[in-house]
């Protein structure tokens, strides 16, 4: 899609009634009912849908709901012409063309908050269950062989954990570790807070030399792919611990069983791998399978059903913010404007930032004698975003002039209705 014209999209005003979802991979059951409740018709699916099918299915659709299996990439973005926003019911957002989304005016929502403490309470029951040698004594007593024998196990209490990561998980991580009497330190690129008695190493190497286990939770962009290898494994301490529930591609899995295997490290517990299956039942194969004191678990960090059911409240309400009212507040791609709802008409306009567009706007609005009620203006990289309330019915001429206006993405028009 070349030309700016090819990328204005608007619609007709709906209303409630009108709007389309669908929601894919067994999304928490309260966020359909929350778009239901609001007149929204819902499909649900519980797998995932390949981009062929998921371009067929988005026809006609103006929210989609999907987890971390699904990809929206930009061929099915530009077949998908009445979306208007997508609910990512995760953390992550890297299944989705985030600069394709912005392109053709779609929001895009996640939940960076709500499973917080799934991950955190994995992260450290994984911990003691290595600590302990827990996945060896079961093996071993599964196959009739008892092993009773403190030699290797220890207590969690004043060993050293690195976190490699200190957002939102990191932190919650490390106030949670150091209650249970872990000494705490963190490796982050940006400028982070020590929270507690926590200290900041210098450098990732500086970390894993001094640490008894070592935890990522590092987010999905590009720079992170490939992080952890063979240089990094060799820097950890003998017999040290290694954790990663953040991403797949971010460690060597191959380095890593060659570490495990030769007893330089003492065990790893993995949740999230380079190539997963799509649906549940699907068959599994890793480096990573049979060896010793090692946890694998199917990217489970998140899915409690108290953080998916948290999800599920807080994505759906984020949709639905935007779709009533056109507020993008946290949405991960557009200009972020909280916006309660409309006093009036409403008038949205996603445009690329340049200068001028905010004047042309409101030189529409007087030639056709309407009065602004309230305005807001939000900018995000090369995207501007405008929001007026008017005193007055917008007619059609007036979106067909706020379309032609140079630089327009996508117009909306909200009132009593949803517009896409």
């Avoid at 309260?30 to 649900?44: C, I, N, Y």
């Avoid at 299944?95 to 450290?124: M, Y």
């Avoid at 060896?136 to 196990?153: H, I, P, T």
């Avoid at 240089?231 to 953040?246: I, Q, V």
């Amino acid at each position: 899609m070349s030309s700016e014209t090819g990328r204005r999209r608007t619609g007709r005003k709906l209303g409630t009634r009108g709007a389309r979802a669908l929601l894919l991979e067994g999304v928490h059951p309260d966020a359909a009912e929350a778009l239901r409740a609001r007149g929204v018709e819902v499909v649900e699916e519980r797998r995932a849908l390949a981009p062929a099918a998921l371009a067929e299915r988005l026809r006609g659709v103006h929210i989609l709901g999907i987890r971390s299996r699904t990809h929206l990439e930009e061929d099915v973005l530009d077949g998908a012409g009445a979306l208007l926003a997508v609910g990512a019911f995760c953390i992550g957002t890297n299944q989705i063309d985030l600069a394709a989304a912005s392109e053709r005016g779609v929001a895009v929502f996640n939940a960076p908050f709500s499973n917080t403490r799934s991950v955190v309470e994995l992260a450290l029951a994984e911990i003691i269950a290595l600590t302990r040698r827990l996945p060896e004594l079961d093996r071993a007593l599964q196959r009739g062989v008892w092993d009773k024998s403190a030699n290797g196990s220890h207590e969690i209490r004043g060993r050293r954990l690195g976190i490699v990561g200190y957002g939102n998980i990191g932190t919650q991580l490390s106030v949670v570790a150091e209650a249970l009497g872990m000494s705490v330190l963190f490796y982050d690129t940006a400028d982070r807070l020590a929270l507690g008695n926590a200290r900041r190493c210098a450098s990732l190497p500086e970390l894993l030399s001094e640490v008894d286990v070592v935890t990522l939770h590092v987010d999905g962009r590009p720079d992170n792919r490939g992080l952890f290898g063979e240089e990094e494994f060799a820097t950890m301490r003998d017999g040290a611990l290694f954790l990663n529930l953040s991403r797949g591609f971010v460690v060597d899995h191959a380095a890593l069983r060659r570490h495990i295997l030769s007893g330089h490290l003492a065990g790893a517990a993995v949740d999230v791998f380079p190539e997963e299956p799509s649906s549940r039942g699907d068959p599994f194969r890793s480096e990573l399978q049979g060896l010793p004191n090692v946890l694998l678990t199917p990217h489970i960090g998140g899915s409690t059903e108290e953080a998916q059911q948290d999800i599920a409240h807080f994505v759906g309400g984020k949709l639905l913010d935007y779709f009533e009212h056109g507020s993008t507040a946290l949405s991960v791609n557009l200009p972020p404007l909280p916006l309660a709802g409309p006093a009036g008409a409403r008038m949205t306009h996603l445009h690329r930032n340049v200068p001028g567009v905010l004047a042309q706007l409101n030189g529409i609005f007087a030639e056709h004698k309407l009065n602004v009620a309230a305005q807001h203006l939000a900018t995000r990289g090369q995207l501007g975003y405008a929001v007026t309330d008017l005193e007055g019915e917008p007619s059609d001429e007036l979106t067909r002039e706020l379309r032609a206006v140079a630089g327009t993405v996508r117009v909306r028009v909200l009132g009593s209705g949803i517009a896409g």
